[in-house]
């Protein structure tokens, strides 16, 4: 059964700073994965969409990475800003095409 | 350009009332799901539906019935409620035709349900 981490849970850091947020996952056997944001109250925002085949995204000042064989991919967030404080959650897709989801690292970046 | 609409977006219920929840999406998107979401937790997949007639139990289905009787409606139904269905619900779709393993899904805005 497909297991899906996000470590840390919570993280707070001053801003300017260029952070890495990480997923793991038990089963190498996926589609792809895909990065969302949550806003406090609010809905999911997909921010990145990496296929089994690729080892990175890049939108703006964001970048994910994939290693299939060893189950991780990072969410690099470069020069951070306040705007950037949420939750940010990440879900693999296997094969019954079903995504499987981490529980989310909470982002806050002091000002 | 739509893309997926669920309704409402706050609901408070008495224990034991029953409610739909509506998610509607415009991209003729095969495959329908619902999630819910719950502090500390991934979201969770209570049931989808691969097309029009054909629906499945996800990881938490008890307390929840759907139907899908159109490509572009799936409506969630808690027949009736209890405290534990307290959460947030989300409505997702996405392609499942060929090369579906590569597509991403989309959601809708969420439904916060509280049970008292």
Same mark, same amino acid.
Not at chain 1, 27 to 31: E, H, K, L
Not at chain 1, 80 to 84: C, K, L, Y
Not at chain 2, 98 to 101: I, R
């Given at each position: 059964k497909q297991e899906v981490t996000q470590i840390p849970a919570a993280l707070s850091v001053p801003e300017g700073e260029n952070l890495v947020l990480n997923c793991s996952f038990t $089963?190498?056997?996926?589609?792809n994965l895909q990065w969302f944001r949550q806003d406090p109250g609010k809905g999911l925002t997909s921010l990145l969409l990496i296929q089994s085949s690729q080892r990175e995204q890049t939108s703006g000042r964001l970048n994910a990475s994939l290693d299939k064989s060893s189950g991780r991919s990072t969410l690099y967030i470069a020069a951070?800003?306040?705007? $950037?404080s949420a939750t940010y959650l990440c879900a693999v897709k296997g094969s019954n095409y079903q995504l499987i989801w981490g529980a989310g690292t909470k982002l806050i970046i002091k000002p | 350009n739509a893309g997926v609409t669920q309704t409402p977006k706050f609901q408070v219920l008495k224990t034991g009332q029953s409610m739909t929840l509506q998610c509607a999406q415009d991209?003729?998107?095969e495959y329908m799901s619902w999630y819910r979401q719950d502090p500390g937790m991934g979201l969770r997949l209570i049931h989808y539906s691969v097309g029009a007639g054909i629906t499945d139990q996800g990881e938490v289905p008890n307390g929840y019935n759907v139907s899908r009787s159109t490509t572009e409606d799936f409506p969630l139904r808690l027949l009736s409620a209890a405290p534990s269905q307290t959460s947030v619900y989300f409505c997702a779709s996405s392609y499942s035709g060929?090369?579906?393993?590569t597509t991403e899904a989309f959601f809708g805005q969420g439904t916060r349900l509280t049970v008292v």
């Open positions: $089963d190498s056997a996926i589609y951070s800003q306040p705007g $950037d | 991209m003729n998107h060929k090369g579906a393993q």
